[in-house]
């Protein structure tokens, strides 16, 4: 019986890598009496803003402010779904009173804007963290 000497775990015979970590198959037997000691690894991904870039809380109050929930979709994708089903709600109410029911477009406006940047601000500072555990 042969084991890796990287992770330690059990090598079939004749192999040329270990399968669990991808080292030569440099043999080594573990101690007599001991089980081979599982290695453990911390993987930090970060998953926010894309490839090499963060998600500018300027540019996503900039395009919220200009084009609306269409300019959220920079930050938040849920955000721009939301505000859109609030403007045409805010639309059917405007209409219904007279173009009273306008007033609350400024409201809305406002509203998405610092959703957008309070989206761009999160998107830049997740970061995820896996444990991986190398043991057969």
């Given at each position: 019986?042969?084991?890796?000497?990287?992770?330690?775990?059990?090598?079939?015979?004749?192999?040329?890598?270990?399968?669990?970590?991808?080292?030569?198959?440099?043999?080594?037997?573990?101690?007599?009496?001991?089980?081979?000691?599982?290695?453990?690894?911390?993987?930090?991904?970060?998953?926010?803003?894309?490839?090499?870039?963060?998600?500018?809380?300027?540019l996503a109050a900039a395009?919220?402010?200009?084009?609306g929930p269409l300019g959220?979709?920079?930050?938040?994708?849920?955000?721009?779904?939301?505000?859109?089903?609030?403007?045409?709600?805010?639309?059917?109410?405007?209409?219904?009173?007279?173009?009273?029911?306008?007033?609350?477009?400024?409201?809305?406006?406002?509203?998405?804007?610092?959703?957008?940047?309070?989206?761009a601000n999160s998107n830049?500072?997740?970061?995820?963290?896996?444990?991986?555990?190398?043991?057969?």
């Amino acid at each position: 019986m042969s084991f890796c000497a990287g992770c330690g775990a059990q090598l079939p015979g004749g192999a040329g890598f270990c399968g669990s970590c991808g080292r030569a198959a440099n043999v080594a037997l573990p101690p007599q009496g001991s089980p081979a000691q599982p290695q453990s690894t911390n993987i930090n991904i970060n998953v926010g803003g894309g490839i090499g870039r963060g998600t500018s809380p300027l540019l996503a109050a900039a395009l919220a402010l200009f084009f609306g929930p269409l300019g959220m979709l920079y930050s938040t994708v849920s955000g721009a779904i939301v505000m859109f089903l609030v403007d045409i709600a805010l639309l059917v109410v405007s209409v219904m009173t007279l173009g009273i029911g306008s007033v609350l477009y400024i409201v809305s406006g406002i509203a998405g804007i610092i959703w957008a940047i309070v989206a761009a601000n999160s998107n830049t500072s997740r970061s995820m963290t896996i444990h991986v555990n190398n043991t057969k």
